[in-house]
């Protein structure tokens, strides 16, 4: 069962609470992208019982109208088992996706899965423009990933990174991901298509905005992404003044690990959830 403090974070356990928050959220003009969180899965018919449940997500999506998508992730559908079972899985996904006219995020996670996840993106991409990816800026390798994703067009969301990764891969330094960051965010904001600049990082979201004023980007060539129940004000705020933000909203059984990282991160959730604790 979901706890209190935890639907802060989390939508619910449910596909129809998930999607009643996608509908509050838009009528605040937010767009949504739906995550049903799971673990690593190492059985066959595991991952089959995800790739049928983010079908029946996209299916849901088009008979509630909501303006979302759904962002996935390939260790939950079998890439530690077969790159080719997750890559097919991902396309039987992307058809649903099409038919109920809404596309696929395919989330990053940690760094024996970039490669892969990148190889997957890329094969499914030719024949299925409705996906996307996420690239990390910790990550030394992301500067020419992205450079590749900006040739053939593909829909980028940026991130710093949120697993802890060696310094041969990974910028170790906060000051360095940040650069990155700002860095790989310029060149998206130039040339990419529908970046999303996925940050809660007050100064990182200045520099964007910065920088689109300063080049005259529009408004409605990329959006912000924020997750579920984070800087609710300035959430608020930028869609007031005209900019599109998307909100990646979590659900599902197995919410504890992402509740627990949320509180991990920032000291602040902790003392939320102490505040609410003692309302009660
Ligand atoms: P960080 O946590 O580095 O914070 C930096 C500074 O920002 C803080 O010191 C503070 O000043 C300010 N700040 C942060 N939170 C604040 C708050 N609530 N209120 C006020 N100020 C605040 N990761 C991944 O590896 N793969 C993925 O697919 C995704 N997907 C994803 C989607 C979306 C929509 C988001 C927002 C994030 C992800 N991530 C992710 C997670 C991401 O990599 C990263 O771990 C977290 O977003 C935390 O980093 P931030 O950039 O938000 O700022």
Do not use: C
């Amino acid at each position: 069962m979901l706890i209190w403090p935890a639907t802060r974070f989390v939508a619910g356990e449910s596909r129809e609470e998930a999607l009643a928050v996608a509908r509050e959220l838009n009528e605040e003009g937010v767009l949504v992208s739906l995550d049903l969180l799971g673990e690593n899965v190492t059985d066959r018919d595991r991952a089959a019982g995800f790739r049928d449940a983010y079908v029946e997500l996209v299916g849901g999506i088009g008979a509630a109208g909501v303006d979302a998508n759904i962002s996935i992730k390939l260790s939950m559908l079998g890439l530690d088992i077969e790159q080719a079972l997750a890559r097919d899985h991902v396309i039987t996904i992307l058809q649903a996706a099409a038919e109920h006219d809404t596309w696929v995020r395919i989330d990053m996670e940690g760094s024996p899965y970039t490669q892969m996840t990148l190889e997957v993106f890329h094969e499914v991409f030719e024949e299925h423009p409705n996906v996307g990816v996420v690239i990390q800026s910790m990550l030394r390798r992301s500067r020419d990933d992205v450079e590749r994703l900006i040739d053939v067009g593909a829909r980028v969301r940026l991130v710093k990174g949120a697993y802890k990764e060696p310094a041969p891969l990974a910028f170790q330094e906060k000051e360095r991901v940040n650069e990155e960051f700002d860095r790989l965010a310029e060149r998206l904001l130039d040339d990419g298509v529908s970046p999303a600049i996925a940050t809660h990082d007050q100064d990182r979201i200045d520099h964007a905005l910065r920088y689109v004023t300063d080049r005259g980007i529009p408004a409605d060539r990329f959006e912000f992404q924020f997750l579920y129940g984070m800087r609710r004000k300035t959430r608020r705020s930028l869609v007031e003044r005209g900019y599109r933000m998307r909100v990646y909203v979590p659900f599902g059984e197995e919410w504890l690990p992402y509740f627990t990282r949320r509180l991990r991160e920032r000291r602040e959730n902790v003392l939320f959830v102490l505040k609410t604790l003692t309302r009660r």
